[in-house]
Structures are given as structure tokens and as C-alpha cells.
Antibody, heavy 118, light 110 residues
Framework: EVQLVESGGGLVQPGRSLRLSCAAS????????MHWVRQAPGKGLEWVSG????????GYADSVKGRFTISRDNAKNSLYLQMNSLRAEDTALYYC???????????WGQGTMVTVSS | QSALTQPPSASGSPGQSVTISCTGT?????????VSWYQQHPGKAPKLMIY???KRPSGVPDRFSGSKSGNTASLTVSGLQAEDEADYYC??????????FGGGTKLTVL
């Protein structure tokens, strides 16, 4: 079964750090680019960051550039998001998503919730 | 990296057709044929409905169709059914692995 499972979310104080993980299974992980997409409570989807299959191409939304770092370990079929200097506006459900041919996200995880609050 | 513009809401009666627009710029929607549409039911992860402007993934009913003209893409849902009631988001490739989403449209089946 093709699956993405996120973990690492939780309650964190402003200014602190958190590392999200996404475990992939059921497909050849290192064939595909991967992304993080977030959704604040009651709000829409926001693309956060993406990484190509070989980590040669990486991009960030302006809202997280300089604070978040995306990475992947193809040997472990895993995607990561290191989040530093967290702000209240980073509070959201963070989804891991697989990019298919056509620059679309065909597989999504169930999301991991990040709450930034003192 | 401005969000694509979608109407906040749309509605139609069962059996009718409804079209949702998604307006971007020449740097995203107008510059690439990589527009996607996602359906999201409450409490669920998004589901891919349309990719590359007008292609449907396996399992998506042909009641869902997509198109694009210039900087504006559209999703049409024909023969509306109760289960189509959901939030719909467009997205576009914006170059260098960047992607931009629309603000979302809440579709109500009357």
C-alpha cells in the first residue's frame, strides 16, 4: 500500500525548534520529488517546501525561508522538515506529499499538527 | 509568491454543473501547463482530482474536468452529486520546484 506517515508534531514555544519526519512506503521513494504543505486551522493549503529526488533542487515559501530546512534520506525512505525560530503563525497541520509527473501531489499523509504557543 | 485567486464559495443543485475559477499570473498558471485541482472533505487529507490542467488520475469520475485560458484555470463539476460537497483548491507550478495554491473554494450542493 502506498503510504506517507508524518510524525514529530506537537506543542512548542515561540522561538523554539521542531523536526518533522515523513516515512514513505509502497513506492520507490528516490524516484520522486517530495513536498511539505501546511494548513492552518480553518484555513487553506499553503505550500511550504519541496525537494527533488536527489536533493539537487530545493525550494521554500517566502514565509519560512531562512527558518525551515527540508531534507531527505533515500536510504531510509524518509523526508524531514527542520523548523527553527517557530512563530505563532506556523501553527498548522503539516502534510507530507509525493509529487507525481505533472507537478501534482498524488499521495498525501494524514498530517502532523504543530502548535506554536507560550 | 502570491496565492492564486479562487472564489470563496460556489454552489449548485444536484445534477447541475458548477465551474470554479483559479486566477494567477504569467509566472505560474499562465507560464506552465501544470495546474492541479484538489478536493478536501472536512478532516481529511486533500485528494488529487485534476493534474496538468485537464488530466484525471485513475478513479476520478469524468464529471470532473479542467481547462485553462491565459492566467486563469477552471474546474468544472458536471452532474453534481451530494458527495461533491467539499473544499476545492487549485495549485500551479511556479518554477524551480515552487508550487502555489489557491485560497480554496467551498462547494455547496444545494
Amino acid at each position: 500500500e502506498v503510504q506517507l506517515v508524518e510524525s514529530g508534531g506537537g506543542l512548542v514555544q515561540p522561538g523554539r525548534s521542531l523536526r518533522l519526519s515523513c516515512a514513505a512506503s509502497g513506492f520507490t521513494f528516490d524516484d520522486y520529488a517530495m513536498h511539505w504543505v501546511r494548513q492552518a486551522p480553518g484555513k487553506g493549503l499553503e505550500w511550504v517546501s519541496g525537494i527533488s529526488w536527489n536533493s539537487g533542487s530545493i525550494g521554500y515559501a517566502d514565509s519560512v525561508k531562512g527558518r525551515f530546512t527540508i531534507s531527505r534520506d533515500n536510504a531510509k525512505n524518509s523526508l524531514y522538515l527542520q523548523m527553527n525560530s517557530l512563530r505563532a503563525e506556523d501553527t498548522a497541520l503539516y502534510y507530507c506529499a509525493k509529487e507525481r509527473v505533472g507537478r501534482a501531489f498524488d499521495i498525501w499523509g494524514q498530517g502532523t499538527m504543530v502548535t506554536v504557543s507560550s | 509568491q502570491s496565492a492564486l485567486t479562487q472564489p470563496p464559495s460556489a454552489s449548485g443543485s444536484p445534477g447541475q454543473s458548477v465551474t470554479i475559477s483559479c486566477t494567477g499570473t504569467s509566472s505560474d498558471v499562465g507560464g506552465y501547463n501544470y495546474v492541479s485541482w484538489y478536493q478536501q472533505h472536512p478532516g481529511k487529507a486533500p485528494k488529487l482530482m485534476i493534474y496538468e490542467v485537464s488530466k484525471r488520475p485513475s478513479g476520478v469520475p469524468d464529471r470532473f474536468s479542467g481547462s485553462k485560458s491565459g492566467n486563469t484555470a477552471s474546474l468544472t463539476v458536471s452532474g453534481l452529486q451530494a458527495e461533491d460537497e467539499a473544499d476545492y483548491y487549485c495549485s500551479s507550478y511556479a518554477g524551480s520546484i515552487h508550487v502555489v495554491f489557491g485560497g480554496g473554494t467551498k462547494l455547496t450542493v444545494l
